[in-house]
């Protein structure tokens, strides 16, 4: 829900949401930094960050990155949304596994995250998608394959726990479900070699133009004149996954997190909240990082 309606029902949920927590006994301030949430609520200790949601907000991106900024300050969040498909999508993406795709056997599939993945000679990685349509990308955390892999400054690739498994997890990146580049767990993502990824681009700082180069030998392939272009020649950049210790600034057990939000969901006529809740302690209760508001948009 972009441009006034979209704004008028975030207005809509902060008003009824904060109204609720003012009955229970919660002091409601209204920042008016774009950099703030809409509302928040204080009661002793207990800070709450009023953050609502038009059903276009309900993304990985967007939820992780106000969770984040609510830790960042102290805070709990609590979602506030009008219908039911949208708490869906909050509670799946914050519960069951908490800000992932999948996880199994320890292993986490990752939602993909707004920024690209920068390489070490300069520019963001990216791969050749000859197909029609925009190719499927996918990062996922394995046990294989085993030996030597690409490895940031400070990861043992090598070591293995008592069962055997990879101590560090191998994170493959997919493109249409075939594996392109391996890396030695999460912490590898920070500005990999080159010649991990197929190819690279890099905007020439004289003629700003494009290059692509591969990435095992650095010889250019293509030269284009901007985003548009690149896409035509082949080229998609890859996004970098949102890997939820890296967009929150910190690691949270499954318990911490869900001590960290609550969920409101607003009746369109009627202000009561209804839903999941029960974080502010009183019975019947409901209740990014990159902050230049996505409600801005």
Known sequence: MLGPLGDATRRDL??????????EGFTVTRPE???????????GDDRVAVEPLAADDATPVVITSRLGHALDRDRRVLFAVRDADTAAAVRDLLADP???????????????????????????????????????FAW???????????AGADVDAAAVDEDGRPAV??????????????LAGVESLRTPADDVFPFAYRRDPADKRFRVRRGDDGTVVETV???????????????????????LGRSLDDDALA???????????????TGDGGSTGDEGSEVGRDRDRDRDR
């Open 14 to 23: 902060t008003d009824a949401a904060a109204a609720r927590l003012a009955a």
């Open 33 to 43: 930094s774009g950099t703030e949430p809409p509302a928040v609520a204080t009661r």
């Open 98 to 136: 908490p800000l992932l795709a999948a996880r199994r056997d320890g292993r986490r599939t990752f939602h993909l995250g707004p920024d690209r993945v920068p390489v070490s000679g300069g520019g963001y990685a990216c791969v050749r998608a000859d197909g029609l349509g925009e190719p499927t």
């Open 140 to 150: 996922r955390e394995t046990d294989t394959p085993a030996g030597p892999i690409a």
């Open 169 to 182: 997890p191998r994170l493959v990146c997919e493109v249409d479900g075939s594996p392109v580049a391996v």
């Open 225 to 247: 004149g901007g985003f548009a272009a690149l896409r035509d020649a082949g080229y998609v950049p890859v996004p970098m996954p949102l890997v939820p210790e890296h967009a």
């Open 259 to 273: 001590a960290a939000w609550d969920l409101a969901v607003i009746d369109d006529g009627d202000p009561r909240l």
